[in-house]
């Protein structure tokens, strides 16, 4: 009478089992912390514009052919958004190369945009308004970002789906044309990643931007 003996192969083969729904979980909760998921807190400086890459219909962070993910920076345009509406925005193409997609596109907003689109009339408002040191300078001892960006965040009280841009320099507005195209730019730039719904604009004293009621009615 033969007697099975318990394989010697099954403790590793459950090991192995184990370690591959790891492997599973962990590239799905990478995928799901991807940038514009909402989650995180990040500061930051403007850099200089890249050329615009051609427009891919459709692609929002998504990957790049060359490398990078794949924004919109959405900018002012003479004379439509001056003399008309001031909250039109246009949107160019750029490709980030850092997972932190949503502060990139800040970055490259406040940068403005390339020779060839300044061409036909796209400018950021962003781009003249901000002056003076940055207060944000910590752990740094010179320098800092132009702004803080807070996910899920109003203000400083938790809110699913609302980002808050905290500017860490003076930003000085001419009038109230100007305060709309600063806020069409900065929300429609954020609000291109599905996980941001709201947006919150708070200068450097922490007051929301354009509010002239001083009742800081955006962190409401």
Known sequence: ?????????????????????????????TAWLLPGSGVGFAQGQAQAAPQAAPMVQGQVAGASSSGGYLIKVFFSRYPVSVETNPAAVYPVQR???????????LQMLIAGPTPSERSVGLFSE????????????????????????MLNQRGYRSELGTATVRFCRQLSSPGTGADARVQAEITATLRQFSSIRRVVILTRDGHCFGDESGLDRCLS
């Open 1 to 29: 009478m033969l007697i099975s003996k318990p394989s010697k192969n099954k403790q590793p083969a459950l090991s192995r089992l184990f370690v591959s729904v790891l492997g599973l979980l962990s590239l799905a909760l």
């Open 126 to 149: 962003l781009n003249t308004l901000l002056s003076g040191p940055s207060d944000c300078t910590a752990p740094l001892p010179v320098g800092g970002p132009d702004f803080i960006l």
């Open 95 to 105: 490709i980030s190369p850092t997972l932190a997609v949503a502060t990139f596109a």
